[in-house]
């Protein structure tokens, strides 16, 4: 081979190779491209998985805080009837159906710490303030001695079962 042809094979071979080299750099660029665009894929991920376990984990949290509320909502009216038998003058009842009402109070008593020990909690009403979200106002009347809004007479408990209303009371409210 001749000198030019040795030189200009030579050249070609740089220039192959300095192609090659660019190629690699393009390829490498790319991978390191692609890498990131699957690591930030993979983070994304691995959040909202974990969002996904958080809100999975809360509402089990709340369907098991309010469970019972159904069978409670459906005791409620039985709870009402025991505090109407209890609420009886038992002042001119005869022995034995004194000695029956007051058994009456002690089954009453345990079913209400039952209830309470569910979560179920009265709402107070009576000379409180008037509240919407606790209290349904059936009836309005005026006593000049009261407060404007206040609650003068319940005629049906509410309750709360933990940090929600599952019934509200009904109330007659102070309207001057």
Avoid: W
């Avoid at 159906?97 to 009453?108: A, C, V």
């Avoid at 000379?127 to 007479?153: N, R, S, W």
């Amino acid at each position: 081979m001749s000198k030019e042809t040795e030189k200009t094979v030579n050249i070609e071979e740089n220039i192959e190779e300095k192609n090659s080299k660019k190629s690699n750099k393009k390829n490498k660029d790319k991978s390191a491209e692609i890498i990131k665009e699957l690591e930030d894929k993979l983070l994304r991920s691995q959040a909202e998985l974990i969002n996904y376990k958080k809100r999975k984990d809360e509402e089990t949290n709340r369907s098991i805080k309010y469970a019972n509320e159904e069978l409670i909502e459906k005791i409620l009216p039985t709870l009402d009837n025991f505090e109407r038998a209890i609420a009886l003058d038992d002042n001119d009842l005869t022995d034995e159906l004194s000695k029956f009402l007051e058994g009456f109070k002690l089954i009453y008593t345990s079913f209400v710490k039952v209830l309470n020990d569910m979560g179920l909690k009265e709402i107070e009403a009576l000379e409180k303030p008037f509240d919407p979200a606790y209290h349904q106002a059936v009836m309005t009347d005026k006593e000049e001695t009261k407060e404007d809004g206040i609650v003068l007479e319940v005629y049906q408990k509410g309750y709360m079962l933990n940090d929600r209303v599952i019934r509200a009371s009904m109330v007659k409210v102070n309207n001057i």
